[in-house]
């Protein structure tokens, strides 16, 4: 099996930075962890914000701290830090290498996409809590099988909003559905067709930061060597 990662984001039309962050970390034990955080607002404020808790929660997990324990402790930094009086929202994507399983922890009221190898689309749309507000909040977590075929799409609140300011809206699992009808889908142009859709909807100008990260887990035959590629406008 290959696991194939990529993430597509953008920031808000006409702001100095984006709000989200993405941190990517090897686990001590075997495999990956993605960590995706929204900060409140948007711009340097923001990403303050995503920064502090992204940190925390990345250098947890690489000292081996389970993935809830990590948002926990992620939380009780921001409330602590800023008083509660300032939020951001939380999702970590795992490849666990021991359990063979993916782990996926969501503090966000964007639902996470999970397609079975059976082509079967769910949607993990608990209730769930951002980080930073409220004494005692925990994540959602759910665990899966590393399983062939298995699609995970995780996103911040901008894809869910595109468009909203001309009544205008993005059916996300359903161009979720329709980019995977085609064998051939990669990750990245997953990733990629869902931002370009949310632009497309925003007249080319983003109302809010919007981050896309998508997992595909794949049989094929693999020549052993991890390989990561970054492009990064400047």
Not at 46 to 53: G, Q, R, T, W
Not at 126 to 132: A, K, T, V
Not at 181 to 203: I, K, P
Request: net charge negative; proline share 4%.
């Amino acid at each position: 099996m290959e696991i194939q990662v990529a993430v597509a984001k953008i920031g808000k039309w006409a702001t100095s930075e984006s709000g989200d962050t993405l941190e990517m970390i090897e686990r001590p034990h075997g495999g990956i962890s993605f960590v995706l955080v929204d900060g409140q607002r948007s711009g340097r404020s923001a990403k303050a914000i995503s920064n502090l808790v992204a940190r925390k929660a990345v250098s947890l997990l690489a000292e081996g701290v389970r993935d809830g324990a990590a948002a926990r402790a992620a939380h009780d930094y921001l409330f602590t830090h800023k008083g509660g009086k300032v939020s951001a929202t939380l999702n970590i994507l795992s490849v666990d290498l021991i359990s063979n399983t993916l782990v996926l922890s969501r503090n966000s009221h964007c639902p996470t996409i999970v397609v079975t190898p059976e082509g079967e689309l769910q949607l993990l749309d608990e209730p769930s809590q951002p980080l930073g507000l409220r004494r005692g909040t925990k994540p959602q977590i759910t665990e899966l099988p590393l399983t062939a075929g298995t699609v995970i799409v995780i996103y911040t609140d901008g894809l869910e909003t595109a468009g909203a300011r001309a009544s205008r809206s993005l059916d996300i699992p359903a161009k979720t559905r329709e980019l995977l009808n085609r064998d051939d889908a990669s990750a990245q142009q997953v990733a990629d067709a869902l931002l370009e859709q949310a632009l497309e909807l925003d007249d080319g100008r983003p109302h809010d930061d919007i981050s896309v990260l998508v997992m595909r887990v794949l049989t094929v035959e693999s020549d052993g060597v991890r390989r990561m590629a970054i492009q990064l406008p400047i």
